[in-house]
Every structure is written in structure tokens, then in C-alpha cells.
């Protein structure tokens, strides 16, 4: 049997009442961070296959940067959806040749796919990011 869930708010004061949809927003968002590290990974495992074999996958990718670009807004991540439709035109200009990956696609790709990880990455991290990029300034 299924565990009782209670719908408390720990300090809150609002026992048994529905979470607010800030609540569930937040909820939604928490699970979109912890999803994202397996889709980033099937984009990493994608670009690999495409620089042996040029071809195999790039419809493939094409709807993982597709995925992200309408998904990252919903969550509240409009600059993951900016980066979705970034992969997404790498490789619609890619299907566009006949489905001949070029080596610029795949950097393109690349590049996208870091500033993805960036995304994700837990906000300490990406303030550790931020100092190092300026002290490289």
C-alpha cells in the first residue's frame, strides 16, 4: 500500500492544503534539473556515434535539441530553450546537405552541449564558473 502523503509544508502552517503552485512549480523544476543529466548524456552519446559515422543519429539529436528547446522556457530555463534551437539549426543545417555532418557541426554541437552542462549545473558551481571566466579576463 502506498504511503500516506501529507500535504504539510514543514514551517509553513498550512497543514492538509494543496501545495500552491509556486510549490509545484518549484517541485516540477527540481525534477527537469535531476532529469536533465540523463539527456544530456544521450546528446553527448549522439554527437560521439555522428563523429564516427557522419550520419548515424543526427534525426535523432535533432529531436533532443528540439526537447530542450521547448521544454527549457516551461521550467523556467529560457536560455535552455536558446540553446535547444541552437543545436537543433546545427542539425537541420546538417539534414539540409543530405544528412553530411561537417566537422563545424559537430563543434557547434559540442559547444552547445557545455553551455547545456553549464545550465544544469547547481548554482555554487556556476558561481565558481563565473569567478574563474573573469579572472581569466
Given at each position: 500500500?502506498?504511503?500516506?502523503?501529507?500535504?504539510?509544508?514543514?514551517?509553513?502552517?498550512?497543514?492538509?492544503?494543496?501545495?500552491?503552485?509556486?510549490?509545484?512549480?518549484?517541485?516540477?523544476?527540481?525534477?527537469?534539473?535531476?532529469?536533465?543529466?540523463?539527456?544530456?548524456?544521450?546528446i553527448?552519446?549522439?554527437?560521439?556515434?555522428?563523429?564516427?559515422?557522419?550520419?548515424?543519429?543526427?534525426?535523432?539529436?535533432?529531436?533532443?535539441?528540439?526537447?530542450?528547446?521547448g521544454?527549457?522556457?516551461?521550467?523556467?530555463?529560457?536560455?535552455?530553450?536558446?540553446?535547444?534551437?541552437?543545436?537543433?539549426?546545427?542539425?537541420?543545417i546538417?539534414?539540409?546537405?543530405?544528412?553530411?555532418v561537417?566537422?563545424?557541426?559537430?563543434?557547434?554541437?559540442?559547444?552547445?552541449?557545455q553551455s547545456?552542462?553549464?545550465?544544469?549545473?547547481?548554482?555554487?558551481?556556476?558561481?565558481?564558473?563565473?569567478?574563474?571566466?573573469?579572472?581569466?579576463?
Amino acid at each position: 500500500m502506498p504511503e500516506k502523503v501529507s500535504w504539510e509544508r514543514r514551517g509553513s502552517g498550512r497543514a492538509n492544503q494543496a501545495p500552491t503552485w509556486a510549490d509545484a512549480m518549484a517541485g516540477l523544476r527540481a525534477e527537469y534539473l535531476h532529469d536533465s543529466e540523463a539527456k544530456l548524456e544521450a546528446i553527448a552519446l549522439l554527437i560521439e556515434a555522428l563523429e564516427g559515422s557522419g550520419r548515424e543519429g543526427l534525426s535523432e539529436l535533432q529531436t533532443r535539441f528540439h526537447g530542450l528547446k521547448g521544454s527549457g522556457l516551461t521550467y523556467g530555463f529560457p536560455r535552455v530553450s536558446f540553446l535547444g534551437a541552437r543545436g537543433e539549426e546545427a542539425c537541420r543545417i546538417a539534414a539540409k546537405r543530405g544528412g553530411l555532418v561537417l566537422a563545424s557541426d559537430l563543434t557547434e554541437c559540442r559547444a552547445v552541449l557545455q553551455s547545456l552542462r553549464r545550465e544544469f549545473a547547481p548554482a555554487p558551481f556556476r558561481a565558481v564558473e563565473a569567478m574563474g571566466a573573469s579572472l581569466a579576463l
